[in-house]
């Protein structure tokens, strides 16, 4: 059971991925490499041009397989570019396939997509680049269409593909199979965007990334690495998964490799502890990407092994490897143990900084309930019985989180959240637990390590959100699991921010969002921050908004982040109690534990 919950509480962070379609006419552009066919849209009587699956990397495939990427070669015809191109090989979760208007699936899928509003103002305009999220392991760059975000603010959308699971994060720790290749893609994309993104009239000193979930972790990763440095200049991030407790990095990534190889034979004679990496990574280059693929989709299914804990909320992620995700980054932004890192405040201090959430991420823990209620013996309507909260939900995820200090951070999570009678509020109160612990800790903490990364020097702005706002129809990960929840769950939760950036036309026709008008404007106001920020660096610069509270920075002493509902107003301090606990009790707690046992073993 734990297994379960460990494996499915990874769906939390799946983002949107579908797509529209609709009809245009040709649109011929040289670029360095080559000239491409991409098309026009009218939408809501404006024009934008877009280019649809333009390759920015050469195909990853064979020798290049495990590869970091390598840049696009020149092309001598012109390429049409008017459809999207294949997704990156993954595996599907839940309700997604009967959404997907798209489901072509290739290796080859190193391509990115580029809306170009058309209008009077030939001024180079700035760039915003999307990295989607769905837990490194599912997602794709059609899966956010990016025409209303980009004829709104009038700034140029790009999203990217980037290799996922095994494919994009499979490591041997060395040089054999490089740790982080899809943040490699990532950045390669970006790097592409920097070189050629003028000639579709964008200006390539003004780059924004942004991204939600993994997506939104993603981005951290892109604004902290050395590489990225004159290539970024401000980035967005949406509901990131929290660094300094572990939860965005791979677990055990060596020893899931080899788990791997030895599944496919690749133990071989002449390799028979897998210890030669590079026999081993050569073995498993020559496997079908469908069948390393399924395979290990069957090693990460509960059951087929007994400690799948081992590796991780994320089994194929991101790892520090000193090298594009520096040593000692969760330190960096952890709150108790900070470490000042010169080479990290580099590149960070120089990214105008936003970050944010939704107000109850943690629904995803309810969903996964919901879907084992009636092998559990009860019915989620009248909330989740306390013994099931602890024993098949808490438990196991700490198990993954916290596996030497379980003791301590049961009491707490006791202690703060879940000691209350009444199933309904336990559950709630579990939600608010989940929340905190996986994305709230990381806003507030990833506020404060940029503020330190300025230190007296204020060389970039740092601003925080929180949307508070509830979706007047289903939640986005309603269509996800296919159901939705009682009615004392409604909130605002993970991944209801992707309509209010893209609009509502983000699955498949057929399947919209409901939409009143109390959505429309708080879409509007999130489209205008968003698009103003990337512009200026200030959300309140730009497209005026009236009856809207002005965005007023975070600081040390005030951390302020808007909160955008019904009214869209400035707070302070995010839960100051809950992030105390997370932030400072409980890692001490855990570090004075340590610690102690470490003497009496001497």
Do not use: C
């Given at each position: 059971m734990g297994d379960t919950v460990n494996y499915l509480l990874m769906t939390v962070f799946i983002s949107a991925v579908f797509m529209i379609v609709i009809s245009a006419k040709a649109r011929v552009l040289e670029t360095k490499l080559g000239k491409i066919r991409g098309k026009t849209e009218t939408i809501h009587g404006q024009e934008i041009d877009v280019y649809l699956g333009i390759p920015f990397a050469e195909p990853p495939v064979g020798h290049l397989r495990f590869r970091t990427p390598v840049p696009k070669k020149p092309w001598t015809r012109t390429i049409d570019v008017t459809e999207y191109g294949p997704m990156c090989m993954q595996t599907h979760f839940l309700s997604l396939p009967d959404m997907l208007l798209h489901t072509d699936m290739s290796e080859d899928c190193l391509n990115l997509n580029v809306y170009v509003p058309v209008s009077e103002d030939k001024a180079p305009k700035a760039v915003m680049v999307w990295i989607h999220g769905g837990a490194y392991a599912v997602g794709q760059a059609l899966g956010t269409p990016c025409e209303e975000l980009a004829l709104h603010g009038d700034v140029i959308c790009v999203t990217i593909n980037y290799r996922l699971n095994l494919f994009g994060f499979l490591t041997t720790l060395d040089e054999n199979a490089p740790s982080n290749i899809g943040l490699w893609d990532q950045h390669e994309a970006l790097k592409w965007v920097k070189e050629h993104?003028?000639?579709?009239?964008?200006?390539?000193?003004?780059?924004?990334?942004?991204?939600?979930?993994?997506?939104?972790?993603?981005?951290?990763?892109?604004?902290?690495?050395?590489?990225?440095?004159?290539?970024?200049?401000?980035?967005?991030?949406?509901?990131?998964?929290?660094?300094?407790?572990?939860?965005?990095?791979?677990?055990?990534?060596?020893?899931?490799?080899?788990?791997?190889a030895l599944k496919l034979n690749c133990n071989t004679s002449e390799n028979r502890d897998l210890s030669d990496t590079l026999k081993l990574v050569n073995c498993l280059r020559l496997v079908p990407a469908e069948v390393l693929l399924n395979t290990s989709g069957e090693l990460l299914t509960p059951g087929i092994t007994s400690e799948t804990e081992e590796f991780g909320t994320f089994p194929f992620a991101p790892v520090e490897d000193g090298d594009f995700v520096p040593f000692g980054l969760k330190e960096y932004f952890s709150a108790s143990k900070t470490r000042s890192n010169p080479e990290i405040d580099k590149a960070f201090s120089k990214v105008d900084w936003m970050v944010g959430s939704l107000a109850d991420e943690g629904n995803g823990l309810l969903y996964t309930a919901a879907m084992t209620q009636e092998d559990d013996g009860y019915n989620i309507t009248s909330g989740i019985p306390e013994n099931i909260l602890n024993t098949n939900l808490i438990t196991p995820f700490l198990k993954t989180l916290f596996p030497n200090s379980l003791d301590i951070v049961k009491k707490h999570i006791h202690d703060a959240y879940t000691h209350k009678d009444d199933p309904i509020e336990n559950s709630l109160a579990a939600r608010e637990f989940f929340s905190d612990v996986v994305i709230h800790q990381q806003v507030v903490e990833s506020c404060h390590a940029h503020l330190r990364s300025k230190g007296n020097a204020q060389k970039s702005a740092t601003y925080s959100y929180s949307i508070s706002h509830v979706l007047s129809g289903k939640n986005v990960i309603d269509y996800y699991f296919g159901f939705s929840l009682p009615s004392w769950a409604k909130t605002a939760t993970h991944g209801d921010d992707l309509p209010l950036v893209f609009g509502t036309k983000i699955l498949k026709e057929g399947v919209e969002f409901d939409w009143n008008e109390q959505d429309e404007k708080t879409a509007k106001v999130v489209r205008t921050f968003w698009t103003n920020f990337a512009k200026t660096?200030?959300?309140?610069?730009?497209?005026?908004?009236?009856?809207?509270?002005?965005?007023?920075?975070?600081?040390?002493?005030?951390?302020?982040?808007?909160?955008?509902?019904?009214?869209?107003?400035?707070?302070?301090?995010?839960?100051?109690?809950?992030?105390?606990?997370?932030?400072?009790?409980?890692?001490?707690?855990?570090?004075?534990?340590?610690?102690?046992?470490?003497?009496?073993?001497?």
């Open positions: 993104i003028s000639t579709f009239g964008g200006d390539p000193e003004s780059i924004t990334i942004f991204g939600e979930s993994a997506g939104g972790s993603s981005v951290q990763h892109q604004a902290v690495t050395k590489y990225n440095i004159g290539l970024v200049k401000r980035a967005i991030s949406q509901s990131p998964p929290t660094f300094s407790n572990g939860f965005a990095f791979a677990g055990n990534p060596l020893r899931l490799a080899k788990e791997l660096g200030n959300p309140n610069q730009g497209l005026p908004l009236e009856g809207v509270a002005t965005w007023e920075e975070f600081t040390k002493d005030k951390k302020g982040y808007i909160n955008i509902g019904k009214q869209t107003e400035m707070e302070y301090d995010l839960h100051p109690e809950r992030m105390k606990l997370w932030m400072y009790t409980i890692p001490e707690e855990i570090e004075k534990e340590q610690r102690n046992k470490q003497k009496t073993e001497l």
